[in-house]
């Protein structure tokens, strides 16, 4: 018999969270801490973790016309 173990961690920090959302830019299930915003949209929900905020924050900044 095996004994199934549901992991439960962010795969951004690595803690063990209960509560995960996927972030709508990488797919990966990140924590609260982790999440930099959401929003609901007619489709569902808008998750964006802090990596892909900074990384578009930071395209955004640098590519400004
Ligand atoms: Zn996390
Ligand atoms: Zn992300």
Redesign the pocket.
């Known amino acids: 018999m095996t004994k199934i173990k549901m992991s439960h961690k962010c795969e951004r920090c690595g803690r063990e969270a209960q509560y995960r959302e996927a ?1 709508n ?2 797919n ?1 299930k990140v924590c609260q801490s982790c999440i930099k915003n959401s929003k609901r949209t007619s489709t569902g929900r808008a998750i ?2 802090k ?2 905020c900074g990384d578009s924050a930071k395209r955004k900044k640098h590519g400004q016309a």
Do not use: A, M, V, Y
């Open positions: 972030c830019h990488c990966r964006i973790c990596d892909c």
